[in-house]
């Protein structure tokens, strides 16, 4: 029986880990299906975690994380959650492979993914042109053009602030119409430095081996165009990584909001005892690793105290 699971190796997970066994917790272990780092690793560039003043990659970043915040006890176990369910005041965890482990409590730190278009060459040059985060990488394209993909919210609100950076944002939406609140499709389309490109594709992302040159996009007349831009911003929706939390019946076991994201108080409680989310996955999350960390230090205080008492 473990006093803990963390599920997720990311900046949550592993800050939760180092929390929770440093203020005494013995049993603590975080399933992490791949390395520990998280999404952030597949970063070409970070410059906002206060601390590291000189640009590192994500990688770079990351690195030391999983040694410090292991340095208390925290164990990681390289293993896939399928789902988490709770009896009576048990958790039952059960990975791939139909193994089970039990816990007292568990922080849920599985973060999201960016969602991606599947468009040719989205993959090959995703982190040296291709991004999901205005806010981490639009600074490297100061007054530079770039492009946008997509017509949410997210898109709409981060092609206004990429025109607040760059020379000149392309807005590439498959209709005429946004998804987006209008609030924000005015403000977009008062903005001088963004061109809507309206009912189109992106065809392929372009590149060299220095990262992206270009985007073919096509539209629904069948003419095309090729934009010259050294970077381009998919936004396309998100997928919160929350299926570990539905039971055999499909039903979520706590709480969630219409995307999917779990419904947190200010202490990362869940709407389940003993249960906290932590990160990307939470209702509001700001989707910065310096936030996602401070999430799971609250999560980990939060679960020792329930542990204990
Ligand atoms: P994640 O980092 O997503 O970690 C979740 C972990 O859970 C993953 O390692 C995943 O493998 C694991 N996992 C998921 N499901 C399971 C399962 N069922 N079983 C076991 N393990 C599982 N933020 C910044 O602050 N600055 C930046 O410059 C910046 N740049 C970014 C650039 C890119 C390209 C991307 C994609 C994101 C960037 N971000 C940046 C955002 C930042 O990476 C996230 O906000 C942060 O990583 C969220 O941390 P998390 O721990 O909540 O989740
Ligand atoms: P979203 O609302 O799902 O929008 C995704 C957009 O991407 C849509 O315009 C969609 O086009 C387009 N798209 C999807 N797949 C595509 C593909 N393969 N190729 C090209 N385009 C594609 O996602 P989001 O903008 O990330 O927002 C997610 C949720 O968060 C929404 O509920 C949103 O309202 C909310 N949100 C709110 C705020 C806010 O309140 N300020 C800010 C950000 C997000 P179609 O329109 O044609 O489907």
Not at 30 to 53: C, D, H, R, V
Not at 205 to 220: E, L, Y
Not at 237 to 244: A, F, L, P, T
Not at 258 to 272: A, D, P, Q, R, Y
Request: glycine letters at 12%; proline letters at 3%.
């Amino acid at each position: 029986m473990l006093d803990l699971a963390i599920i997720g190796g990311g900046p949550a997970g592993l800050t939760a880990g180092m929390y929770a066994t440093r203020g005494g917790l013995k049993s603590v272990v975080m399933f992490e299906k791949g390395l520990p780092g998280g999404q952030i690793t597949s970063s070409s560039e970070i410059e906002n975690y206060p601390g590291i003043a000189e640009e590192v990659t994500g990688m770079e970043l990351m690195e030391p994380w999983p040694k410090q915040c292991m340095k208390f006890g925290l164990k990681h176990e390289m293993k896939e959650v399928v789902r988490v369910s709770k009896k009576d005041d048990i958790f039952e965890i059960l990975l791939s492979g139909d193994e089970k482990v039990e816990a007292k409590s568990v922080i849920v730190a599985t973060g999201s993914t960016p969602r991606r278009s599947n468009v040719k060459g989205e993959d090959k040059f995703f982190g040296r042109g291709v991004s999901t985060c205005a806010t981490c990488d639009g600074f490297f394209y100061k007054n530079k053009e770039v492009a946008v993909l997509g017509g949410g919210d997210t898109a709409l609100e981060e092609a206004l602030f990429l025109a607040n950076i760059c020379s000149k944002v392309y807005l590439i939406h498959r209709r005429d119409e946004f998804r987006a609140s209008p609030v924000t499709v005015e403000k977009v389309k008062k903005c001088d430095k963004i061109e809507l490109i309206l009912n189109s594709q992106v065809e392929e992302i372009v590149g060299d081996n220095m990262g992206v040159t270009g985007v073919k996009v096509v539209n629904k007349d069948g003419q095309k165009r090729e934009l010259e831009v050294p970077g381009i911003f998919v936004f396309v929706g998100m997928d919160v990584n929350n299926s570990i939390l539905k039971d055999e019946n499909g039903n979520f076991i706590c709480e969630v909001n219409e995307s999917g994201n779990v419904v947190v108080n200010l202490k990362m409680h869940t709407s389940v005892d003993g249960l906290f989310a932590a990160g990307d996955i939470r209702i509001d999350a700001m989707k910065q690793v310096v936030c996602a960390a401070g999430d799971g230090a609250v999560a980990g205080i939060q679960a020792l105290e329930y542990v204990n008492h």
